[in-house]
Structures are given as structure tokens and as C-alpha cells.
Nanobody, 123 residues
Framework: QVQLVESGGGLVQAGGSLRLSCVAS??????MGWFRQAPGREREIVSS????????YYADSVKGRFTISRDNAKNTVYLQMNNLKPEDTAVYYC??????????????????WGQGTQVTVSS
């Protein structure tokens, strides 16, 4: 059975940092990503990474502040979030797809999702 389990969310002051982790079990995924959804807003892509880590995508709103990485031996993808802003407050979801070898930036391109972890940034 495939499972994606996120951890690392929490409450942090503006300018602070958090590191999200997502452990995948049940199969290997070539492409994984992070999405987020704030109250009253649609789910949006944050970042995506391919198998080797040589290809990544970042939403404009997080470029230069967030870094995605993966440890394939541990079947884990990470999202290092620095210089957090109140507008980063959202539920963050890990996603994975067996349908692609290239970074994928749309939600419908992913077929497995984690349960989400809350990130709250206070001003």
C-alpha cells in the first residue's frame, strides 16, 4: 500500500525556517512535489523534483527562499523553507506520481498525496 507521510510543520515567526519531510512507502516515485493550500484558496504548486534531483521547479513566490531535495535511499523528499512570510501560511501537501519522469507542476499530474502538515507563520 502506498503512503506519503509528511512531518515538520509548525508555528514559526516571520523570518524563521522550517524543514518539511515526506516519506514515501510502498513504491518508488520518480517525481515528487510539494503543494500548499491556504484557507479559501486553491491548492498551488510550491516545488517539484525529479529522481536525480537535477531538475527542480519552484513557484515564483518561493524562489530563493525554499529548497527541495530528496534522499532516494530513504525514499524521502524534503522542503527547506527559509525566510518564511505570513503569506506562506497554509497546509502543505506532499505529492508523488508514477506517471512521469519530468518535474510536474499541476495537481492533476500527481496520483498520490499525503495527509498534509500545517505551516503557520506569524508576523
Amino acid at each position: 500500500q502506498v503512503q506519503l507521510v509528511e512531518s515538520g510543520g509548525g508555528l514559526v515567526q516571520a523570518g524563521g525556517s522550517l524543514r518539511l519531510s515526506c516519506v514515501a512507502s510502498g513504491r518508488t516515485f520518480y517525481v515528487m512535489g510539494w503543494f500548499r493550500q491556504a484557507p479559501g484558496r486553491e491548492r498551488e504548486i510550491v516545488s517539484s523534483i525529479n529522481w536525480s534531483g537535477g531538475s527542480t521547479y519552484y513557484a515564483d513566490s518561493v524562489k530563493g527562499r525554499f529548497t527541495i531535495s530528496r534522499d532516494n535511499a530513504k525514499n524521502t523528499v524534503y522542503l527547506q523553507m527559509n525566510n518564511l512570510k505570513p503569506e506562506d501560511t497554509a497546509v502543505y501537501y506532499c505529492a508523488a506520481t508514477k506517471l512521469s519522469f519530468a518535474v510536474t507542476i499541476t495537481a492533476h499530474g500527481y496520483d498520490y498525496w499525503g495527509q498534509g502538515t500545517q505551516v503557520t507563520v506569524s508576523s
